[in-house]
C-alpha cells in the first residue's frame, strides 16, 4: 500500500514563491508517474505538473508553465513542485498522486493520492 504526503502549503502574496513537498512511504516510487493536482473550491481537480519515472520527463499544464517546477528524489522517495511568482488564481489544495501509468493528466488514472495542502495566494 502507498501512502503520500503533501506538506508546504500556506498563505502567500501574489507573487511570492514556496514549495510543496510529498513523501511516499509503503513501496519505491522511483518507476512510478508522480503527479501534482490541485482543486479550487467549486472547481474540479485538475491536472498541474507530472514527472515520470525513469528519464524524469516533465509535463505542465498551460497555467503554470514556466512558473512551477516539479522534482523528484528517488533516494528520499520524494517528489516536490517549486512555485513562483504566484497568483490569486493558483489559490487551491494541491494534491500529489502517483500511478503506474506511463503518462497521464487524467487524475482518474492514479490510483493512490495525498490528503491535499492548502496554498492561499492573497492579491
Known amino acids: 500500500q502507498v501512502q503520500l504526503v503533501e506538506s508546504g502549503g500556506g498563505l502567500v502574496q501574489a507573487g511570492d514563491s514556496l514549495t510543496l513537498s510529498c513523501a511516499a512511504s509503503?513501496?519505491?516510487?522511483?518507476?512510478?508517474?508522480l503527479g501534482w493536482f490541485r482543486q479550487a473550491p467549486g472547481k474540479e481537480r485538475e491536472f498541474v505538473a507530472v514527472?515520470?519515472?525513469?528519464?524524469?520527463?516533465?509535463y505542465y499544464a498551460d497555467s503554470v508553465k514556466g512558473r512551477f517546477t516539479i522534482s523528484r528524489d528517488n533516494a528520499k522517495n520524494t517528489v516536490n513542485l517549486q512555485m513562483s511568482s504566484l497568483k490569486p488564481e493558483d489559490t487551491a489544495v494541491y494534491y500529489c498522486?502517483?500511478?503506474?501509468?506511463?503518462?497521464?493528466?487524467?487524475?482518474?488514472?492514479?490510483?493512490?493520492w495525498g490528503q491535499g495542502t492548502q496554498l492561499t495566494v492573497s492579491s
Open positions: 509503503g513501496r519505491s516510487l522511483n518507476d512510478f508517474l
Open positions: 498522486a502517483a500511478t503506474a501509468y506511463y503518462n497521464s493528466y487524467d487524475a482518474g488514472d492514479y490510483p493512490y
Open positions: 514527472i515520470s519515472g525513469g528519464f524524469g520527463r516533465k
